[in-house]
């Protein structure tokens, strides 16, 4: 029978319990990284100015801090906008689409084990369909998790007020520059920790799938039918 029936059984065998940890581990990943907000801020005073004044850029995901401004064309008769450096949408956004990805499959994966198990394993197919797809998505945590790794690390770098006075033209001549602070990045932080997680959770999920498989445990062969054995010979 091929029709829905409902069995939460696997929610308690490893198969399916690990699915769910995926299915809310990647919630927290895409949700930690995609819905960060943060700013960095100068102190700003122009020559001949009696005080300060501070500028703050917002960054947001996906963290593409060239299209930001940092200070005015308007401050210190300058002639252009200064922008902060760095583009990091590439590896912010690789990762958050990984991490909704595995999201939906985990979804797809704990409906055909809650209510299609029985289809699941009647034939050989589902499973190994379910083990290549895991090891995919295990390999996609890797190298999205390392690139946004790395990624981040370059992001803090180009949000550090101190690198910014350093590379804003403004700050060397027209004015005098201080640091005013920049968000803290826990969340962001907490990312990538998710994301490695995520890695050892489809790492270890990838076992228990192929144990559902024949390479683990090949099928039985056929009995054979005692009426048809052939007697043993007669000794002369």
Same mark, same amino acid.
């Given at each position: =029978?091929?029709?829905?029936?409902?069995?939460?059984?696997? /929610?308690?065998e490893?198969?399916g319990?690990?699915?769910l /940890?995926?299915?809310?581990?990647?919630? @927290?990943?895409?949700?930690?990284?995609?819905? #960060?907000?943060g700013?960095?801020?100068?102190?700003?005073?122009?020559?001949?100015?009696?005080?300060?004044?501070? &500028? *703050?850029?917002? #960054?947001?995901?996906?963290?593409?801090?060239?299209?930001?401004?940092?200070?005015?064309? +308007?401050?210190?008769?300058?002639?252009?906008?200064?922008?902060?450096?760095?583009?990091?949408?590439?590896?912010?956004?690789?990762?958050?689409?990984?991490a909704? /990805?595995? #999201?939906l &499959?985990?979804?797809?994966?704990?409906?055909?084990?809650?209510? &299609?198990l029985?289809?699941?394993?009647?034939?050989n197919?589902?499973?190994?369909?379910?083990?290549?797809?895991?090891?995919?998505? *295990? @390999?996609?945590? /890797?190298?999205?998790?390392?690139?946004?790794g790395?990624?981040?690390?370059?992001?803090?770098? *180009? +949000?550090?007020?101190?690198?910014?006075?350093?590379?804003?033209?403004?700050? %060397?001549?027209l004015?005098?520059?201080?640091?005013?602070?920049? %968000?803290? =990045?826990g969340?962001?932080?907490?990312?990538?920790? #998710?994301?490695?997680?995520?890695?050892?959770l489809?790492?270890?999920n990838?076992?228990?799938? &192929?144990?559902? +498989?024949?390479?683990?445990?090949?099928?039985?062969?056929?009995?054979?039918?005692?009426?048809?054995?052939?007697?043993?010979?007669?000794?002369?």
């Open positions: =029978m091929a029709g829905l029936q409902l069995d939460f059984g696997p /929610l308690k490893p198969i319990f690990i699915k /940890l995926e299915w809310i581990f990647a919630i @927290f990943a895409f949700a930690t990284c995609g819905g #960060f907000n700013k960095t801020a100068l102190n700003v005073e122009c020559q001949n100015a009696t005080d300060s004044q501070e &500028y *703050a850029a917002a #960054f947001q995901y996906p963290f593409r801090l060239n299209h930001i401004v940092i200070i005015p064309a +308007t401050v210190c008769n300058q002639s252009k906008n200064t922008f902060l450096t760095g583009d990091f949408s590439s590896s912010a956004e690789f990762f958050v689409a990984i909704v /990805l595995a #999201f &499959y985990c979804i797809a994966a704990l409906v055909l084990y809650i209510g &299609y029985h289809v699941y394993r009647d034939g197919r589902g499973p190994m369909i379910d083990f290549i797809v895991t090891m995919i998505f *295990a @390999f996609l945590w /890797l190298v999205c998790s390392s690139a946004w790395k990624g981040l690390t370059d992001l803090k770098y *180009a +949000t550090n007020p101190s690198v910014i006075i350093d590379n804003v033209p403004i700050c %060397s001549g004015a005098k520059c201080s640091s005013a602070g920049v %968000s803290g =990045m969340s962001l932080n907490v990312s990538v920790v #998710f994301g490695f997680l995520n890695l050892i489809w790492c270890g990838a076992w228990f799938v &192929y144990k559902e +498989t024949s390479w683990h445990a090949p099928p039985e062969p056929p009995k054979q039918d005692p009426g048809n054995v052939a007697p043993p010979p007669q000794n002369p």
